[in-house]
């Protein structure tokens, strides 16, 4: 793809996860881009990440877990690698960081941040590229 075949919502959501780590942002760009896409589950799935690591560092360890939990759901099933990105890393790393959510009352662990590895680089030159604030928003 070239960075013109993916839509700028989806850019600044890319940026926001890996370069900003304002998960609320990426929240907003990504139910703009899920809602004009037909509710697609990608979508949700993506957005349903970032919002589990928003509850996790605002110390919501229910939501983090509730959210994460319908997001592997939703990722899982897709090819390995899709949108430009390794989705089969991102549930993985999901996978453990939920896993970590669920003994936290035992074994409390502190917030970590996710990377969404990207292997198309004309998706990263467009996410080297963005500037927070540029996305389209209605």
């Known amino acids: 793809m070239t960075a013109a075949a993916y839509d700028p919502l989806y850019v600044a959501f890319v ?10 942002e990426c929240h907003e760009v990504m ?4 809602l004009e896409e037909g509710r697609d589950p990608l979508y949700q799935g993506l957005l349903q990440v ?5 509850h996790h560092r605002n110390g919501n360890i229910d939501g983090g877990v509730k959210l ?14 899709v949108l ?8 993985e790393e999901a996978k453990a960081h939920l896993a970590q959510l669920l003994r936290h009352e035992a074994t409390p662990f ?15 030159d467009a996410v080297d590229a963005f ?4 996305e389209a928003h209605p």
Do not use: M, S
């Open 15 to 24: 940026a926001y996860f890996n370069r900003e780590r304002d998960y609320f």
């Open 50 to 54: 970032a919002v589990g690591l928003y």
């Open 110 to 124: 502190p917030f970590r941040d996710l990377d969404i590895e990207i292997v198309d680089p004309a998706l990263q």
């Open 84 to 91: 430009g990105i390794r989705l089969d890393r991102l549930i």
């Open 31 to 34: 139910e703009q881009l899920w």
């Open 68 to 81: 994460l939990t319908a997001a592997i759901q939703k990722l899982e099933g897709h090819a390995p690698v």
């Open 131 to 134: 500037e927070p604030g540029e």
